[in-house]
């Protein structure tokens, strides 16, 4: 079970941090990631770590913004946000891609496991 939250209303420029609590299976062995989804359009892939920490990806649109990063004593992903947009606004929602550990994939159907997602609203 994946338990996304830390989203809420903020100004453009602010930052939020969200997190992604795991529990029922070895999520720590898993990669893990955040996608989101606008109102409207698709869900896009937004950040991904390996199993460590050690290799991460993200989306165009985030980069040098958005920061992932996991705790796997506290079966916990985070992910940073920082300088927010109005674009930025969505359902964030964190995932689990149970057959991979180093590789780290972006594509939705790679994912198997998903949480609730949270909202994160920037208001211009």
């Known amino acids: 079970q994946l338990q996304a939250s830390g989203g809420g209303l903020v100004q453009a420029g602010g930052s939020l941090r969200l997190s992604c609590a795991a529990s029922?299976?070895?999520?720590?062995?898993?990669?893990m990631g955040w996608f989101r989804q606008a109102p409207g359009k698709e869900r896009e892939f937004v950040a991904a770590?390996?199993?460590?920490?050690?290799?991460?990806r993200y989306g165009d649109s985030v980069k040098g913004r958005f920061t992932i990063s996991r705790d796997n004593a506290k079966s916990t992903v985070y992910l940073r946000m920082n300088s927010l947009k109005p674009e930025d606004t969505a359902v964030y929602y964190c995932?689990?891609?149970?057959?991979?550990?180093?590789?780290?994939?972006?594509?939705?159907?790679?994912?198997?496991?998903w949480g609730q997602g949270t909202l994160v609203t920037v208001s211009s």
């Open positions: 995932a689990a891609a149970s057959r991979y550990v180093v590789v780290v994939v972006i594509t939705q159907r790679e994912y198997d496991y």
């Open positions: 029922g299976r070895t999520f720590s062995k898993y990669v």
């Open positions: 770590t390996s199993w460590s920490g050690g290799s991460t």
